[in-house]
């Protein structure tokens, strides 16, 4: 357990304590998203790809704009990606009724049953770690993710769960 004296201490992490937290950083998202990509190189797709699907499938009826927002690509490079995911069925493309304008996304059969796949083996992932780190481990592991964020992207998180 830390020294809680040593946590009010602005200076309690040394340079080799925060490069081994950019190490981990690194190597975790690479093994996180390991399986998902071997998933993804089966229908020649990828993390762009995978990104696109997760939040239409987390958000349904979401506008392309929100979408860029989200992902802070162009909209160049969210056209030819979502132009894929159209193209083969993945993602349905709709009108809006108050704003003819507007482009809803959503998930087809398909593109939710892909979403699922690949949102199980991350879970997984998570789920293993969270269970060998123990419960107290997930509320630290939140925070500092969270605080990791820049402001405006903090405001496109989905609720933070709420414990039970």
């Given at each position: ?9 602005p ?28 998933i ?41 990606v ?8 993945f ?62 992207t903090?405001t ?9």
């Amino acid at each position: 357990m830390a020294d809680v004296k040593s946590l009010n201490n602005p200076l309690f992490l040394r340079e080799e304590e925060l490069r081994y937290s950019i190490e981990l950083l690194f190597f975790a998202y690479r093994d996180f998203t390991a399986e998902a990509d071997a998933i993804l190189a089966e229908r020649d797709l990828g993390r762009a790809h995978h990104r696109v699907i997760y939040f239409v499938g987390r958000q349904p009826g979401i506008t392309i704009s929100e979408l860029l927002e989200i992902l802070n690509i162009t909209k160049q490079s969210l056209s030819r990606v979502l132009g894929r995911l159209v193209d083969d069925e993945f993602v349905r493309l709709e009108q809006g009724q108050d704003d003819k304008r507007q482009r809803l996304l959503s998930l087809t059969d398909r593109g939710h049953s892909l979403e699922q796949e690949l949102t199980s083996v991350q879970k997984s992932r998570f789920s293993r770690a969270y269970k060998e780190a123990g419960f107290d481990s997930v509320d630290g592991f939140l925070t500092v993710m969270q605080n990791m964020l820049d402001d405006q992207t903090k405001t496109l998180l989905s609720p933070r769960p709420r414990k039970k």
